[in-house]
Nanobody, 123 residues
Framework: VQLQASGGGLAQAGGSLRLSCVVS????????MGWYRQGPGKQRELVAD???????NYADSVKGRFTISRDNAKNTVYLQMNNLKPEDTADYYC??????????????????WGQGTQVTVSS
């Protein structure tokens, strides 16, 4: 199972970016998906997550500015980030709770992480 994140980059304060993360591999089911971030000198924190049914949860610091969504048919989660602030600068990581099928055709639950994608917001 692999999670491939994309969409990071440089934005000015007040600007927008959209992150995407695709889950690939022998997945039987993808449950909760989410985005975390880790700023310079900070611990990793939850930004937003979303259930397979579409219920979303946000960190207080991003409510009203960020929107998480997913396409279950494509095993993809998105994070639309609007009105970006310099304090949003961080490496962003996607996460997914996955049930996958291993080499012996057994079902295995996995808390999977993608590689970080860097978001830099200039003032």
């Amino acid at each position: 199972v692999q999670l491939q994140a994309s969409g990071g980059g440089l934005a000015q304060a007040g600007g927008s970016l959209r992150l995407s993360c695709v889950v690939s591999g022998r997945t039987s089911r993808v449950d909760d998906m989410g985005w975390y971030r880790q700023g310079p000198g900070k611990q990793r924190e939850l930004v937003a997550d979303i259930t397979s049914g579409g219920s979303a949860n946000y960190a207080d610091s991003v409510k009203g500015r960020f929107t998480i969504s997913r396409d279950n048919a494509k095993n993809t989660v998105y994070l639309q980030m609007n009105n970006l602030k310099p304090e949003d600068t961080a490496d962003y990581y996607c996460n997914a709770k996955v049930l996958y099928i291993d080499y012996s055709d057994s079902f295995v639950a996995l808390n999977a992480w993608g590689q970080g994608t860097q978001v830099t917001v200039s003032s």
